[in-house]
């Protein structure tokens, strides 16, 4: 049976727990990946969060999956993993893709403005 985005949406939102900045902040400073997943167009418009680094959403499946070759090593299974987009669902998609391909550390701080309101810089 087709899935909704709001089912979709609903069982992501379940399995990626929604944390805030300073949570985030903290995972960063023990190493965790700050992964920005909005087009290449949003930061150009609006920068990134101090630090992230940046997967566009529609290639992520093919940076995670380490047995290709277009495989980014910025992205390890025993690493956590920070994701934010715009407004969070892109966000929550992407970490639910992740822990669908085996990745358990992965947490989802929102959007950017959730990032910013948090006391989070962007560069």
Known sequence: MPLTVSQMMEAANAAVERIDTNTAKDLIGQGALLLDVRDAVELQQSGRAQGAYHIPRGMLE?????????????????????????????????????????????????????????????S
């Open 62 to 122: 093919f940076r995670a999956d380490d047995a290709l070759q277009s495989h980014d090593p910025e992205l390890r299974k025993d690493r956590a993993i920070v994701l934010y987009c715009a407004a969070g669902g892109r966000a929550a998609l992407a970490g639910k893709l992740l822990k669908d391909m085996g990745y358990e550390n992965v947490y989802n701080v929102g959007g950017l403005v959730d990032w910013v309101n948090g006391g989070g810089e962007v």
